[in-house]
């Protein structure tokens, strides 16, 4: 695994960030103040280029920083002008963000800045896609509303949770994919039963990276680090998503805080650190269409300090602490004894619209779930899929806020 920015040195990060450490990164003496009209130009005084590592076998390098374009990207072009400026060139979308505001929004970007596509690696996913037409289908209504031909790394599957469904149909179409040149890689995202996908893909040549939930939260599990590690040794890029978990306003968050505020990080900041001390991810994508937070998270992967070992207890210590407010995506424990509901994905669009603020993309998920299903959600017993619940969540209450807020 290369790091291709050593020369960013503590100094230079610490110039970077404002000189008061990572937690205070606005005011920087590197960069002019970013109040700069939409789309326009803004240079920074110096270049930065962010580390980057190498994805698996296919041996390309790319910024350890990924944007996760999850905003609307025609109305903020700004951040991706300044993604591209501070080195953050592994781009994430997805035509369901923002309605397709975010591949429209990059399309516009590329019309107006023609040279900075060469720059990237940009990934997107065939969100919705039923079988190897509909990802066809989604791949050129990507490229086109990208204004690109080609894509670097497709995810084929968006939300993969059975990896039964990487059939052989699918690999002839992303070889002849390739043999066209209108994808360079191939992969997919999962959020659900994350550790037996990542385990399956391991066993499969034409896999070329993975997006899987990764954070403080799910790295404690043992089969998910297994997962990982068999990935990683197959030469599977892993580009971990949701690095930033859960929020749970209680005392332990207070206290984790505290902890990392001493340290001068934020806890967003401690948390990426954390996913990129795992030497076998590739990249952490996090999505946030805010300038403030861009720009912390750059400060964060530029600054060399390694967390000690009192870090990670403190963040293992919170993770248990507070597991009851954090789906896990376990699905294969709680789904055959919810009565069809898809509680696991219920709950990822509940934090979508708690954590996130994404109210519309839950909205948007949540009404895609058959009207029967939805009609029972309030009356089914849960009580079997909460007693197997490893996270204890109280998947009835959930449910229940579940149709009050996202229906
Ligand atoms: S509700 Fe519990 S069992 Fe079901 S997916 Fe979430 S953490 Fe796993």
Redesign the pocket.
């Known amino acids: 695994m290369s790091e291709a920015n050593k020369n960013v040195s503590r100094r230079g990060f610490l110039k970077f960030a404002g000189a008061a450490g990572i937690g205070s990164v606005i005011g920087s003496k590197v960069f002019a103040d970013s109040n700069e009209p939409n789309g326009q130009k803004e240079q920074p005084a110096q270049p930065l280029e962010l580390p980057k590592r190498k994805l698996g076998k296919t041996g390309v390098e790319i910024s350890c920083l990924a944007l996760g374009v999850a905003f609307n990207a025609v109305d903020n072009q700004i951040i991706l002008r300044k993604a591209v400026d501070w080195g953050v060139t592994t781009w994430d979308s997805s035509p369901m963000y923002e309605n397709g505001n975010s591949e429209l929004g990059i399309g516009k970007f590329f019309e107006k800045n023609p040279d900075a596509r060469k720059k990237l690696f940009l990934m997107t996913k065939a969100s919705g896609a039923k079988n190897v037409e509909d990802v066809e289908k989604h791949l050129q209504a990507s490229m086109e509303r990208m204004k690109t031909d080609h894509i670097d790394l497709y995810f084929g599957i968006h939300g993969l949770s059975n990896p039964a469904q990487l059939n052989d149909e699918m690999k002839k179409w992303v070889e002849k994919a390739k043999e066209r040149k209108v994808i360079k890689y191939f992969g997919f995202s999962t959020h ?1 039963n994350v550790a037996d996908c990542l385990m399956g893909a391991s066993k499969l040549e034409w896999i070329d990276a993975v997006m899987p939930i990764y954070n403080f939260r799910v790295m404690q599990a043992p089969k998910l680090i297994d997962a990982a590690q068999a990935c990683y040794d197959a030469g599977i890029g892993i580009i971990a998503m949701k690095t930033q978990a859960q929020k749970v306003e209680s005392d332990s968050d207070k206290k984790l805080m505290e902890h990392f505020s001493a340290k001068g990080f934020t806890e967003g900041q401690a948390k990426l650190k954390f996913v990129l001390d795992d030497k076998r991810i590739t990249a952490a994508c996090v999505g946030r269409g805010d300038m403030a937070h861009l720009k912390q998270n750059v400060a964060a992967v530029l600054d060399k300090t390694e967390l000690t070992q009192l870090d990670k207890e403190v963040f293992k210590n919170y993770a248990a602490q507070t597991c009851s407010a ?10 055959s004894v ?1 009565a069809g509901v898809p ?2 994905d219920v ?1 990822r669009y509940l934090m979508y619209y708690n954590s996130f603020g994404d109210t519309q993309t839950a909205r948007q998920l949540f009404a895609e779930i058959p009207q029967q299903t939805r009609d029972k959600m309030l009356t089914a017993d849960y009580a079997a ?2 007693s ?6 109280p ?1 009835a209450r ?1 449910m229940n806020q579940a149709v009050r807020t996202l229906a």
């Open positions: 659900t954090y789906c896990a995506g376990c699905a294969n424990i709680c789904g919810a509680v696991s709950m899929a909460e197997r619940c490893p996270q204890r969540l998947i959930l």
